[in-house]
C-alpha cells in the first residue's frame, strides 16, 4: 500500500510524502521474519499489481539506496527513492520471482559481530591482528549481485524516424545493443550509425548487416510495400523479426511471412506497441478482471491534417492509405478486445494519388458462449482532424484511453452503478518502443517462436480487418 501511495505521489508530482510512505514500507520490510519467503512474496503481489514490471535500468538506482543510510542520505533525491521502492516492488513479476527472494528472504540482520573465543594471553603476542568484522546498521537490506541478461545485439533495416525512435529507446534496454544498420539510401545509413553509437556496422547491404557478428534479432522499419520480404529474409537467414505495423500490404503477403517463420522455426512478431504500455497492461488487468463487465463495444479512431503531400502515404506503390498507416491501430483494439471479426464493413474516401484518405469501419463480433454480437467503430484519415481516444464499453461501465489512444498514459474507468470514476496514469518509459522491445528480448532469450501478446493469429486478424475495410470503401467509392 506504502509503494503504491509513492508511485502515485511521484505522478502527481507531489513528493513532499514519499519519505514517510517509504519510511512506512521499509518498516513493514523489517518487521517481517526471513523465513516467510513466500508468504511475503504473496503479500506484495497482493498490494502491489499494479507497479509495472521491473525492468533492468531501475537496477542501479536500487542498489545506490539499499546501500547507503536509505532515507537520512540527501545526496538522493526523494524521486529516486520512490523509484527504488517501486522497483523492488516489482521483483514480483514471474520471471524475477527468484530475485525477490534473494533480494528479501535472504536479508541479513547483523546488529553486532560474532563472538570470538578470547585466545589465552600467552599466545596472544605471537597470533596475527584478525581484521575487525564492520559493523552494519540493524535492518540492513542487501541486494545480491544480478545475473546481467544475455545480450541481444540488434541489426535495423530502414533508417528513417521510427528507426531512430527504436534505437533511443534501445540504449535503455538491459542486455540489448544496435549492432548494424542498413538502408538503400547510403547517406541515411551513416548518419544513423554515427549519431546511435560508434560500434555501430553501416552495413553496404542488407546481407552483410544480417551477416554482422552479434546480430540476433532484425528490425523492419521500412515502408509498408517491403516489411513482408524484408521479414522473410531475415527468417531464412535465422534472424528473429521484429517488423513493423502494418505487418504486410495484405493478409496474403502475411501468410507468407509466417510460413517461413514456421518452416525456420524462428521468432516472428509484429511491432504493435500499444498493448505493452503500462497504462494498457493496468487497464486490462482491471477489466478483464471484471471491473465494469464484460466488453461489447470499442470506439477509436484518429485523423490528421497538414499531412505532406509527397508522403510516402500516398503512395500506392509504397502501400500508402489511411487504413495501413493509421487504421492498423484500430483495427488492434477491435481484435484485441472483442476477437476476430465475422464481417466488415467500411466507407471512405479515395485520394487523387490512388489512396485512401479517409475510412470508417464498422465490424461485427462474435463472443464465444454469449448471446448477441460485439460491435467497433473505428475511423481513420489524412485529411480531416479528428480526436485521437479511445471508448471500451462494457456490461457494467465504460472506459476511456485519453488522447492520444494509441500511446495510452492515462484511463478513465466509469463504472455503472454511480461508484465514483477511477482516474489511470501510468507513464511509459524511455519512449513508446521501450516496452515491446524489451518482451521482444524476452522471447529472444526464451527461444520463442512468437509472442503470446501481439501473436500470429492476432497480426491475422487485424489484416483481415485492413482487408475488408479496403475492399468494402473502395467497392462503395468505385460505385
Known amino acids: 500500500k506504502a509503494t503504491v501511495s509513492v508511485l502515485n505521489c511521484c505522478r502527481s508530482s507531489t513528493m513532499s510524502r514519499v519519505a514517510d510512505l517509504v519510511a512506512d514500507l521499509l518498516a513493514t520490510l523489517n518487521g517481517l521474519d526471513v523465513g516467510l519467503g513466500d508468504a511475503f512474496e504473496?503479500?506484495?503481489?497482493?498490494?502491489l499489481s499494479s507497479v509495472e514490471e521491473l525492468h533492468g535500468s531501475d537496477l542501479d538506482i536500487v542498489k545506490e539506496c539499499l546501500e547507503s543510510d536509505?532515507?537520512?542520505d540527501r545526496a538522493l533525491s526523494l524521486p529516486k527513492k520512490a523509484r527504488a521502492i517501486g522497483a523492488i516492488a516489482t521483483f514480483v513479476q514471474p520471471r524475477q520471482r527468484d530475485a525477490l527472494r534473494a533480494l528479501l528472504c535472504q536479508r541479513r540482520l547483523r546488529d553486532a559481530p560474532a563472538a570470538r573465543e578470547e585466545p589465552p594471553p600467552a599466545k596472544r603476542q605471537k597470533q596475527e591482528q584478525l581484521p575487525q568484522p564492520k559493523r552494519e546498521p540493524p535492518n540492513t537490506i542487501y541486494m545480491p549481485e544480478a545475473e546481467p541478461p544475455a545480450p541481444v545485439g540488434w541489426g535495423v533495416v530502414g533508417c528513417g524516424a521510427v528507426a531512430h525512435r527504436f534505437a533511443r529507446s534501445l540504449q535503455h534496454v538491459p542486455g540489448a545493443f544496435l549492432a548494424a544498420a542498413w538502408s538503400r539510401r547510403p547517406a541515411s545509413v551513416a548518419a544513423f550509425a554515427a549519431e546511435h553509437g560508434g560500434g555501430v556496422v553501416a552495413a553496404a547491404s542488407f546481407e552483410e548487416m544480417l551477416n554482422v557478428e552479434g546480430v540476433a534479432a532484425v528490425y523492419v522499419a521500412t515502408l509498408p510495400d517491403s516489411h513482408a520480404a524484408?521479414?522473410?529474409?531475415?527468417l531464412r537467414a535465422g534472424?528473429?523479426?521484429?517488423?513493423?505495423k502494418p505487418?504486410?500490404?495484405?493478409?496474403d503477403e502475411l501468410e507468407q511471412v509466417l510460413a517461413v517463420a514456421r518452416a525456420e522455426r524462428v521468432l516472428w512478431m509484429e511491432a504493435m506497441k500499444v498493448p505493452f504500455y503500462p497504462l494498457y497492461k493496468e487497464l486490462a488487468r482491471r477489466l478483464r478482471g471484471g471491473d465494469i463487465g464484460r466488453v461489447r463495444f470499442v470506439r477509436a479512431g484518429s485523423s490528421l491534417t497538414g499531412v505532406d503531400p509527397d508522403h510516402p502515404s500516398f503512395?500506392?506503390?509504397?502501400?500508402?492509405g489511411a487504413l495501413l498507416s493509421i487504421g492498423v491501430y484500430g483495427a488492434f483494439l477491435a481484435t484485441d478486445w472483442l476477437g476476430p471479426a465475422a464481417a466488415v464493413d467500411a466507407a471512405g474516401r479515395v485520394g487523387p494519388s490512388g489512396v485512401d484518405v479517409f475510412a470508417a469501419v464498422q465490424t461485427t463480433h462474435r463472443l464465444p458462449g454469449e448471446a448477441g454480437d460485439a460491435q467497433a467503430q473505428t475511423y481513420c484519415g489524412l485529411d480531416l482532424l479528428g480526436p485521437g481516444e479511445a471508448v471500451l464499453a462494457a456490461t457494467g461501465g465504460y472506459a476511456r484511453i485519453h488522447e492520444p489512444w494509441w500511446n495510452p498514459t492515462r484511463a478513465t474507468i466509469q463504472p455503472a452503478d454511480g461508484a465514483p470514476a477511477v482516474e489511470l496514469e501510468l507513464p511509459s518509459q524511455h519512449g513508446g518502443l521501450y516496452h515491446e522491445i524489451v518482451h521482444f528480448c524476452d522471447l529472444v532469450r526464451a527461444g520463442c517462436l512468437e509472442s503470446d501478446v501481439v501473436s500470429h493469429r492476432r497480426s491475422l486478424e487485424i489484416m483481415e480487418v485492413l482487408d475488408?475495410?479496403?475492399?468494402?470503401?473502395?467497392?462503395?467509392?468505385?460505385s
Open 230 to 234: 524484408y521479414s522473410m529474409a531475415a
Open 42 to 47: 504473496a503479500w506484495v503481489k497482493t498490494q
Open 70 to 72: 536509505f532515507l537520512a
Open 315 to 320: 503512395r500506392p506503390d509504397l502501400a500508402g
Open 468 to 478: 475488408g475495410a479496403k475492399a468494402s470503401a473502395f467497392k462503395r467509392e468505385r
Open 239 to 244: 534472424k528473429a523479426v521484429l517488423c513493423e
Open 247 to 251: 505487418s504486410a500490404p495484405s493478409g
